[in-house]
């Protein structure tokens, strides 16, 4: 899906996803002093603001300029300032690199893309922070196709935890959790579990 696709979706809905943080993003970084965050593809804001909110300095990085004209509004009304910058990972990945200033945390949360697409930018997320800093990356797993429900139906896009491992090697990170995880999703038949991919590391320092 390219950048117009994803401006029309998130013009089209007040909300594409959740107002709060993802719950992963929450209980992995509660306990993490605040320093720069980098949210990559991070959309409409939620994490980049709930981040703000807890005294981080954030950076929310995306393609769609609609979705940041609602990250910047969303921001204001919550009172805490957001950097938006628009670029196309992906692009910048197969280039010169993922060009941003370094990062204590650095988010990468449902980005979907082909494997050889995702490869190069988690691996430039990766260098992307700093010592001391983490790498957190939740993906739909490909066996939500299965197992789960919801997310997108592309096994292509869909990941397991030691494919993202593998695009870790040689970063320099230390893979501190990779594994599965159930995320509670409300459906008309009841409460049934997602399956999602979480994979959080860190830079010795």
Not at 59 to 67: C, G, I, K, N, Q
Not at 95 to 116: K, M, N
């Amino acid at each position: 899906m390219d950048a117009q696709a994803w401006d029309a979706r998130y013009r089209d809905a007040d909300l594409v996803w959740s107002k709060g943080p993802n719950l992963f993003v929450e209980a992995e970084v509660a306990g993490l002093p605040p320093g720069r965050a980098l949210d990559l593809a991070g959309g409409e804001g939620r994490n980049a603001i709930w981040l703000a909110r807890r005294g981080w300095d954030v950076e929310l990085v995306d393609f769609s300029a609609v979705a940041l004209d609602k990250a910047r509004r969303l921001a204001d009304h919550a009172e805490v300032a957001l950097t938006t910058t628009r670029a196309d990972l992906v692009a910048a990945a197969q280039g010169d690199g993922l060009q941003f200033a370094g990062a204590d945390l650095v988010l990468v949360i449902y980005l979907q893309l082909p494997r050889d697409e995702l490869r190069p930018v988690l691996s430039g997320a990766a260098h992307l922070v700093r010592s001391g800093g983490t790498l957190l990356v939740v993906s739909h797993a490909r066996r939500n196709l299965t197992h789960g429900v919801g997310g997108p139906p592309d096994p292509e896009v869909l990941t397991e935890p030691d494919e993202v491992v593998a695009d870790l090697v040689g970063t320099g990170l230390v893979i501190g959790r990779a594994h599965e995880v159930l995320r509670p999703v409300e459906t008309d038949d009841g409460p049934r579990d997602a399956i999602d991919v979480l994979v959080r590391a860190h830079r010795p320092g």
